[in-house]
Nanobody, 120 residues
Framework: QVQLVESGGGLVQPGGSLRLSCAASGLNLENYAVGWFRQAPGKEREGVSCISSRDDSTSHADVAKGRFTISRDNAKNTVYLQMSSLKPDDTAVYYC?????????????WGQGTQVTVSS
C-alpha cells in the first residue's frame, strides 16, 4: 500500500524557517518526481516546488524562488522542503505528491497535508 506522510508543519513567526518532510512507504521515491503543493483557505491549490526523478533537478514557483529548497534523501525515502524567510502569505496546508515528471505531472499519489501557519 502506497502512503505519503507529510510532517514538519507548525506555527512560525514571519522571517522564520521550517523544514517539511514527505516520507513514503510502499514504493521508492527516487523513481518519481515529487512535488510540493499548497492550498490556503479560499484559494486554489498551487504548485510550490518539485524535484525530478531523472537527475534531481529542481523547479520552484515564483513565490518560492530564493526562499525554498527541495531535496531528497533516498536512503530515508523522504523528500524535504526547506522553507526560509517565511511570510504570512505562506500560510497554507502543504501537500506532497508523486508524479512522472515535474512538468505537467500528472501527480497521482497525495499525502494528507501538513499545516503551516506564519504569524506573529
Amino acid at each position: 500500500q502506497v502512503q505519503l506522510v507529510e510532517s514538519g508543519g507548525g506555527l512560525v513567526q514571519p522571517g522564520g524557517s521550517l523544514r517539511l518532510s514527505c516520507a513514503a512507504s510502499g514504493l521508492n521515491l527516487e523513481n518519481y518526481a515529487v512535488g510540493w503543493f499548497r492550498q490556503a483557505p479560499g484559494k486554489e491549490r498551487e504548485g510550490v516546488s518539485c524535484i525530478s526523478s531523472r537527475d534531481d533537478s529542481t523547479s520552484h514557483a515564483d513565490v518560492a524562488k530564493g526562499r525554498f529548497t527541495i531535496s531528497r534523501d533516498n536512503a530515508k525515502n523522504t523528500v524535504y522542503l526547506q522553507m526560509s524567510s517565511l511570510k504570512p502569505d505562506d500560510t497554507a496546508v502543504y501537500y506532497c505528491a508523486l508524479g512522472l515528471a515535474c512538468s505537467g505531472g500528472p501527480f497521482g499519489y497525495w499525502g494528507q497535508g501538513t499545516q503551516v501557519t506564519v504569524s506573529s
